[in-house]
């Protein structure tokens, strides 16, 4: 059993920053790749960033490209999203993303956290 703890949501000024946290824990895992999702109101999902984890290339969304930056922490299954110059636009509920195998038994994850909500104030 492998789970997704989320935090760091906020409200926020536009302009302002907000970082947001994503820790994998459970029983022995390797991962492939983390990242991060975002729903807006009204919207669907979508893409923001990932980071793979075996090299550490990132990907972004064209909408947040040189403002988010996705890092990690390995030691502790941890992956972070800065994300800077906010814009009420980024108001969404931001949901963390992992692909993951188990271990023991070889068995293919994907998990997704419980949703963290950011609002951005124009």
């Known amino acids: 059993h492998v789970q997704l703890v989320e935090s760091g949501g906020g409200l926020v000024q536009a302009g302002g920053s907000l970082r947001l946290s994503c820790a994998a824990s459970?029983?022995?895992?390797?991962?492939?790749?983390m990242g991060w999702f975002r729903r807006a109101p009204g919207k669907e999902r979508e893409f923001v960033a990932v980071?793979?984890?075996?090299?550490?290339?990132?990907n972004y969304a064209g909408s947040v490209k040189g403002r988010f930056t996705i890092s990690r922490d390995n030691a502790k299954n941890t992956v972070y999203l800065q994300m800077n110059s906010l814009k009420p636009e980024d108001t969404a509920v931001y949901y963390c993303?992992?692909?993951?195998?188990?271990?023991?038994?070889?068995?293919?994850?994907?998990?997704w956290g419980q949703g963290t909500l950011v609002t951005v104030s124009s």
């Open positions: 980071l793979h984890w075996s090299g550490g290339a990132t």
């Open positions: 993303n992992a692909h993951a195998r188990m271990v023991l038994g070889l068995r293919y994850l994907e998990l």
């Open positions: 459970g029983l022995a895992f390797n991962i492939y790749s």
